[in-house]
């Protein structure tokens, strides 16, 4: 699939956003997987884990352990929560911002600067659901005026394939959020 074809939802992640410095250039591929900070990796690798795990659960709720089921859960949702805690030590205040819209392709942020398109970034992006963080490099593709601050877009360029579908992961929970909020209000409005 070209990365053109994945869609955006509008929501607020945290992400940090680091321009390269004059004369840094863009890593080749296997200096990025070479780069990309350990816990980072484990998030990734956990949230591979988890989805594997969650069609395993589906299957003990169909032979009526629930017991065993509720207790799985719950260890599951410690697990998250440490991992959550633990990633956002990650989060440099700094070079934080939040994103306007976020896709496995791009996102958008609002920025009181503006930055220069066609320039290199470095960024984490950290996600709720799934519990995890994203480190990647992009491209600065737009940069407009809004009001007193700028909407940059940056697009994936160095970005693992594990990491993009948790990027698809989470895009999707919010659609599916923003669909049973929808259904809700309509069933309140009749």
């Not at 996102?107 to 009181?112: E, S």
Request: glycine share 4%; charged share 25%; proline share 3%.
């Amino acid at each position: 699939m070209n990365q053109d074809e994945y869609f955006s939802v509008h929501a607020g992640l945290t992400i940090n956003v680091e321009r390269l410095a004059d004369g840094e250039s863009l890593p080749d591929e296997s200096a990025f997987l070479l780069e990309i900070p350990p816990l980072f990796r484990v998030a990734s690798e956990c949230s591979g884990f988890e989805e594997g795990i969650e069609q395993s659960l589906g299957k003990l709720a169909q032979k009526d352990n629930q017991l065993l089921l509720d207790y799985l859960k719950a260890q599951n949702n410690k697990i998250n929560l440490l991992l959550s805690f633990v990633l956002s030590q990650q989060d440099n205040p700094a070079l934080r911002y939040t994103t306007e819209t976020f896709g496995a392709s791009q996102l958008t942020f609002t920025a009181t600067q503006p930055f220069q398109v066609g320039r290199y970034t470095r960024v984490k992006l950290f996600l709720d659901k799934p519990s995890a963080a994203v480190y990647c490099y992009a491209e600065v593709t737009d940069c407009r005026e809004k009001g007193d601050a700028f909407e940059i877009t940056l697009k994936y360029i160095r970005l693992q394939e594990d990491d993009q579908d948790l990027l698809i992961r989470a895009a999707l929970y919010v659609q599916q959020k923003l669909l049973r909020q929808r259904a809700q209000q309509r069933t309140e409005n009749q």
